[in-house]
Nanobody, 120 residues
């Protein structure tokens, strides 16, 4: 059974950094692209980043240059390093499998999310 567990969310000041972690179990990480998406109150779900198993990486324009996705297939972990955080980054962040190895095609399963709040 696919299980994804996000952690690392916190309250941080503007300009600060956080690293989110996603622990994957119940499947082989190598077989899937892994996404990070976020949902802020009153806003639509927004794809943040994706890392495929063959090295392809994608970022939303809103986070490009500030966020870095990485994956450790051996440890079944995916990370999202977030730097230069802005108040508009405030959201619940989710990690999700893709529907295969491609970052295209939407999400398969996702976890319960971790809250990131950027505020002074």
């Amino acid at each position: 059974q696919v299980h994804l567990a996000e952690s690392g969310g916190d309250l941080v000041q503007p300009g600060g950094s956080l690293r989110l972690s996603c622990a994957a179990s119940g499947f082989t990480l190598d077989d899937y692209a892994i996404h990070w998406f976020r949902r802020a109150p009153g806003k639509e779900r927004e794809g943040v980043s994706c890392a495929g198993p063959f090295g392809d990486i994608h970022y939303a324009d809103s986070v490009k240059g500030r966020f870095t996705i990485s994956r450790d297939n051996a440890k079944s972990m995916v990370y999202l390093q977030m730097n230069s955080l802005k108040p508009e980054d405030t959201a619940v962040y989710y990690c999700a499998t893709g529907r295969g190895t491609s970052c295209l095609g939407g999400y398969g399963s996702w976890g319960r999310g971790t809250q990131v709040t950027v505020s002074s």
